[in-house]
């Protein structure tokens, strides 16, 4: 266990906006959580269901791959066929720990640069989510990145505290 404070308590990220700030530190948190629980678990305990529950890997690659998706929508532009077709193999997939954990520290360290792009940025400008363009706005993207992300991050912690203490 660390002995330093949680990121939003360390002082970090001064030079951007404070609500910026505030979703950088969330996922700078989530990555560390993931990191701490679920980076020790074997390929099998990644991909478990205890009791029927999504496995640690779906967690984790929904964390970075949602991210992709909510900072699409938050810089103005509509999915590609590619996150498409990630999004309909979330939960289908197998993964070894070596992909999955590539695929993660590469989508957290993307994430957390898209959204320090947004620094200067009108949080109030609108955006539409999805096919129908769901109204929401840049701010109100950004904040559901850091709590979407932190949901998913609870949820795999749990899981991976169960299927790695072998009670699958």
């Not at 629980?37 to 890997?57: F, H, I, K, Q, T």
């Not at 999915?79 to 193999?89: D, N, V």
């Amino acid at each position: 266990m660390s002995n330093q404070p949680e990121p939003w308590l360390r002082g970090t990220h001064g030079e951007v906006p404070a609500t910026i700030r505030a979703v950088i530190h969330a996922l700078e948190l989530a990555k560390e959580d993931i990191e701490r629980w679920c980076a020790p678990l074997s390929d099998e305990a990644l991909n478990a269901r205890p009791a029927g529950m999504a496995p640690v890997a779906f967690h984790v690659r929904h964390i970075v791959r949602s991210l992709d998706r909510l900072l699409t929508y938050a810089e103005g532009r509509q999915l590609s066929e590619e996150q498409m077709a990630e999004l309909r193999t979330e939960l289908d997939m197998q993964t070894t720990h070596v992909e999955l954990f590539a695929e993660f520290r590469r989508g957290m360290d993307d994430a957390i640069g898209r959204v320090r792009a947004f620094a200067g940025s009108d949080l109030d400008q609108h955006r539409g989510v999805g096919r129908k363009g769901l109204p929401t706005s840049v701010g109100g993207l950004l904040v559901h990145c850091a709590d979407h992300t932190q949901r998913h991050t609870g949820q795999a912690v749990t899981t991976a505290k169960i299927a790695g203490s072998g009670m699958t």
